[in-house]
């Protein structure tokens, strides 16, 4: 699966889904006269926006490396997502504060005359978002792409304040012993939402930072380097450079005291060119003598 081309067709598919849902969710609010719904179309509405942020990161990190930043652009991906996880922790405040209005107001939606209409309408953005949701989860693990993971928790960010507004009204439609509810129920999706924004954020800026390697790949590396070199070596001190369409290793290998400079150059040269046939990176050896 290519990466970018999926990054930009989940983009799309986006863009073009939530442009729909805006419209009938929006004619379903001016049918009934809920402000709820009309509310939620424009939050829908806003997907789109950063489904548009996705594409333009996509065409970003596919620029060639040039003299100023001569690892490439794929950093995009990294600077996108925290985009991404701000607007999520916008999204939460809003739903966090809401429903504590609602809360202290024993707010309830017994103002609002819900027919058929708006629960249909409700429940199918419920569905349609939460698909798109899983598709964006999909692509994201494939291709280990944290954008797209991003936009799908932007998705259900908006499945489940429509989640709120349909138990909402459900519930208040047939009783007025639950009014808190509908308030209760948006504190934790907006704690889901802090958490996955936290989550895309944290991530976002590790990569950003620089990373230690995972001990599966040091323990693969270290099994291809006793292929290639039986005697007596060691590696140590790995740190990766993740620049998302490029990455570079770093680690330094400890070799017998007594061999000569260029025997050692010989041996991180093949070391180096294993690692970039069978692990896609470009690596940089340190050589140490072995005490």
């Not at 692990?279 to 072995?290: G, Q, R, V």
Request: charged fraction near 20%; aromatic fraction near 10%; glycine fraction near 6%.
């Amino acid at each position: 699966m290519n990466k970018i081309k999926a990054q930009i067709t989940e983009g799309i598919l986006s863009v073009v889904i939530n442009a729909v849902l805006f419209g009938i969710k929006f004619w379903a609010g001016l049918v009934t006269g809920s402000i709820a719904l009309i509310a939620d179309a424009w939050h829908t509405l806003s997907d789109s926006l950063t489904s548009i942020f996705v594409i333009g990161s996509a065409k970003l990190s596919t620029r060639k490396p040039d003299k100023k930043h001569p690892f490439g652009h794929g950093r995009w991906e990294q600077i996108s997502s925290i985009f991404i996880a701000f607007i999520l922790g916008i999204i939460a405040y809003d739903f966090f504060i809401n429903s504590i209005d609602r809360l202290q107001n024993r707010e309830d939606y017994k103002d609002v005359i819900f027919g058929t209409l708006a629960i249909v309408v409700t429940v199918v953005s419920i569905v349609v978002k939460e698909l798109l949701a899983q598709y964006a989860f999909y692509i994201g693990r494939k291709t280990d792409n944290a954008i797209v993971k991003a936009d799908g928790w932007h998705h259900r960010s908006d499945s489940l304040s429509s989640v709120v507004v349909l138990i909402g009204i459900i519930i208040t439609k047939f009783t007025d012993k639950f009014w808190w509810m509908d308030g209760v129920l948006g504190i934790f999706c907006a704690l889901a939402i802090f958490y996955a924004a936290y989550e895309i954020m944290r991530e976002a800026i590790s990569k950003l930072l620089g990373e230690e390697p995972d001990q599966d790949l040091i323990e693969k590396i270290n099994m291809e380097v006793k292929n290639i070199y039986d005697r007596d070596l060691r590696t140590h001190h790995f740190h990766l450079h993740n620049y998302i369409t490029q990455k570079e290793i770093t680690l330094h290998i400890m070799l017998e005291k007594n061999m000569s400079i260029e025997e050692g150059h010989k041996i991180a040269t093949v070391i180096e060119n294993m690692i970039k046939a069978k692990f896609n990176m470009s690596a940089t050896i340190h050589i140490e003598p072995l005490e």
